[in-house]
């Protein structure tokens, strides 16, 4: 059905793109009278590319599932769960209206939650607690948002315009996705949601859930440039969680844990690229990456279940003469992460990091810095990845290595080939050309210097042997002490006044209670006499109202 879906969607994509056109089509559900209820439906061409990317990926990780998920005994429960979360994603992207945005946008929060916490344990209930609770701020600032709008008559996404309301709109829906895809101070979620099956991570956690924030903003993008504070903001919150996301993952051991952050990294360099004014770039980025790292959760899925269902990197390694698909489809998958030349990656992140360079002269030489640290570390983080996992010599039993079967590989071959052409495609067939910026030789030379340097930095990580300092290493794998704070801090705080309340009003001698009970109590009691609902009153006032015609009559 997914894989149908998504060649329907293609064609739609294709004759929209090509046509380079957008049609809206109004789905009249009710007609009563003169009034009718009716939904509308964008086909433009940012959507139906997301919308087919969508599908791709989730028809290759229902393919994954069936080796992956063979042995659970809940497997309809699954199926019903992913297809929920399409049909969330679908009201997200296609339809315009804000009440349906909200539907789906509260709906992708839901099922995501029943997702994480799918295994049942301690540890599952924790991840989605805190991915639910985050996700709910997101949901509030939305609804204030779509609030704000409706009091202006913005009824349609693509249908708004400036006034002084609009401004605390555009403030709202930053904070709604930032919540979403996990951006500082609210990252904390996403390495935690790594609790969830893989499959579940590789189509919620990699390519639709985190980056529907990037959307949100990518279709709300005329109405957010209208709030002065919004790209400065964006840029700063952007640049530090993409440095602090790189760094985290070179102190990470999980092997889920690594491409969760390397997931919330590249988020980080869309939203970036969308505080610089490039929203059409930002988009590009956010289908190319989909492709990649979804191939990379699914390789990933694969190693963990070949292992006993463990994620340590420091038990892998030597798996290229057992699994030459998934070690292929691995290295091209951190290949066009980390840009190089003609992989998917490279298409999107190379105008990012050529548009970058120009920021000395317009923006913050400590952006641009900070930038290209974060970028150098993704390559470290992804040679890292590759030899621990593929290369290294391995310190778990051999007979546990099994070869590929047909269903894992025809799982991980539609994404390797859109891995190496997707960016190619969609730059050719959908992006119009531009002309090309004029760099100098040292601009231009920057992006591979990036991608060599931290192409030693992650060698070099491999084969050390003095460890880092305790405070580097501590600060990183707790994500710059985000996550203590809001599993620790946050909820103690949260917590101290409902135990106050208990203490004084359930567990005390507090006499407030009391007291305005039976205030209350006297003030109301009028009021609850005059409304007393007695049959017999009501047969008695009938009764004389019924004498009163007959001798009127």
């Not at 709202?172 to 996990?182: C, D, E, R, Y």
């Not at 997931?263 to 990649?292: C, E, G, K, R, Y």
């Not at 959760?297 to 892998?316: E, V």
């Not at 030789?441 to 060599?452: I, N």
């Amino acid at each position: 059905m997914l894989i149908c879906l998504t060649l329907f969607f293609f064609i739609i994509t294709l004759m929209i793109n090509f046509s380079w056109a957008s049609f809206i089509i109004e789905w009249e559900i009710m007609n009563m009278n003169s009034t009718s209820i009716t939904i509308p439906i964008l086909l433009d061409p940012a959507g139906t590319i997301f919308m087919t990317t969508v599908l791709l990926i989730a028809s290759s990780v229902m393919q994954f599932a069936k080796t992956y998920m063979a042995h659970d005994k809940t497997t309809d429960r699954f199926i019903i769960l992913v297809i929920l979360f399409i049909l969330s994603m679908m009201f997200l992207i296609l339809f315009p209206h804000t009440m349906i945005l909200l539907l789906g946008w509260d709906g992708l929060g839901i099922t995501s939650f029943v997702l994480v916490i799918y295994y049942n344990n301690a540890k599952s209930l924790g991840a989605g607690m805190i991915t639910a609770l985050t996700n709910r701020i997101g949901d509030v600032m939305l609804l204030i948002a779509i609030a704000l709008m409706f009091n202006e008559g913005h009824w349609l996404v693509i249908n708004t315009w400036n006034s002084d309301l609009v401004s605390w709109s555009s403030m709202f829906i930053l904070v709604a996705a930032m919540t979403k895809s996990a951006q500082m101070p609210f990252s904390s979620w996403l390495p935690a949601a790594m609790a969830a099956p893989t499959p579940v991570s590789a189509l919620v956690h990699s390519s639709t859930l985190v980056t529907a924030g990037v959307f949100l903003i990518y279709r709300f993008f005329p109405l957010m440039k209208s709030w002065n504070l919004f790209q400065p903001t964006l840029l700063i919150i952007a640049t530090l969680t993409m440095l602090m996301a790189s760094a985290s993952a070179m102190a990470e051991c999980d092997m889920k844990k690594i491409i969760a952050l390397s997931t919330l990294s590249q988020v980080a360099v869309m939203m970036f690229t969308l505080s610089l004014n490039l929203p059409d770039i930002a988009f590009f980025h956010l289908i190319t990456h989909a492709l990649f790292k979804a191939l990379l959760f699914i390789c990933a899925g694969n190693m963990i279940d070949i292992h006993h269902h463990s994620q340590d990197l420091r038990l892998m390694g030597n798996v290229a003469p057992q699994l030459p698909t998934i070690t292929t489809a691995i290295t091209i998958a951190n290949m066009a992460l980390c840009g190089a030349p003609f992989m998917a990656g490279f298409y999107s992140k190379d105008p990012i990091i050529e548009t970058t360079t120009m920021l000395p002269k317009e923006k913050n030489i400590v952006i641009m810095l900070m930038f290209v640290t974060a970028t150098i570390l993704t390559t470290a983080y992804s040679t890292r990845f590759s030899l621990y996992v593929l290369l290294a010599p391995t310190y778990s039993p051999s007979t546990q290595y099994s070869s590929e079967n047909k269903t894992q590989m025809l799982s991980v071959i539609m994404l390797t080939l859109m891995a190496i052409m997707g960016g190619a495609v969609t730059n050719w067939m959908f992006c119009a050309p531009l002309s090309e910026p004029n760099f100098s030789s040292f601009m231009k030379l920057l992006a591979p210097t990036m991608v060599l340097s931290g192409l030693a930095i992650g060698v070099k990580s491999t084969q050390s042997l003095s460890p880092a300092p305790p405070i580097v290493t501590s600060s990183h794998c707790f994500m710059w002490f985000l996550s203590p704070m809001s599993t620790h801090i946050a909820p103690q705080l949260s917590m101290k006044l409902p135990l106050l309340q208990l203490k004084e009003t359930d567990q005390g001698w507090s006499l407030l209670p009391s007291l305005l009970f039976n205030q209350l109590s006297q003030s109301s009691a009028t009021l609850m006499n005059s409304q007393d609902n007695s049959i017999m009153a009501h047969i008695a006032c009938i009764s004389m109202i019924i004498m009163w015609v007959i001798i009127a009559s």
